[in-house]
């Protein structure tokens, strides 16, 4: 007996800084935001067939802060926005207690998430206390280290 898989797949692909530098009202970062489009594909036997959707995630690129656009906005802003090509940065997680033995801690959250702006050289440290396990999203609001 033949099993046809189908569904859908999202695939992800940044469309990089554009318009003003802004303060975001989640972490007060002044920068351009960040462009994610979302390409939402029907597949058949994990062949792409039909685009049926798209969105674009508009977000502050330290902290992840932002709103959902709708494919066509989201679109327009990328298309008719300057780009912003003198923002770069590198995320990075620091563990802190990496040379400690193991047992000593029921639970390591020693992990802290950086975002090293690579213009300025400043190095922000976003988000504190995670465990290897942490999935970190989009949002940074709990145990941030922001000021
Ligand atoms: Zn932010």
């Not at 563990?95 to 193991?102: D, F, G, S, V």
């Not at 702006?117 to 941030?144: A, F, H, P, W």
Request: aromatic fraction near 12%; charge should be positive.
């Amino acid at each position: 007996m033949a099993v046809i898989v189908w569904g859908t797949h999202v695939f992800n692909s940044n469309k990089g800084f554009h318009g003003d530098k802004v303060k975001c009202p989640n972490c007060d970062r002044v920068y351009a935001p960040s462009y994610v489009k979302s390409a939402y594909w029907f597949h058949l036997e994990f062949i792409p067939l039909i685009p049926y959707k798209s969105t674009y995630f508009k977000a502050c690129p330290i902290c992840g802060y932002g709103v959902e656009l709708k494919g066509k906005e989201g679109k327009a802003e990328v298309k008719e926005l300057p780009e912003v090509t003198d923002q770069q940065f590198e995320p990075y997680v620091n563990h802190i207690l990496a040379n400690k033995p193991k047992g000593l801690l029921k639970t390591d959250n020693s992990f802290e998430f950086h975002v090293k702006d690579l213009t300025s050289g400043e190095d922000i440290c976003v988000k504190q206390n995670m465990t290897k396990d942490n999935k970190y999203r989009v949002i940074v609001t709990n145990k941030s280290c922001l000021t």
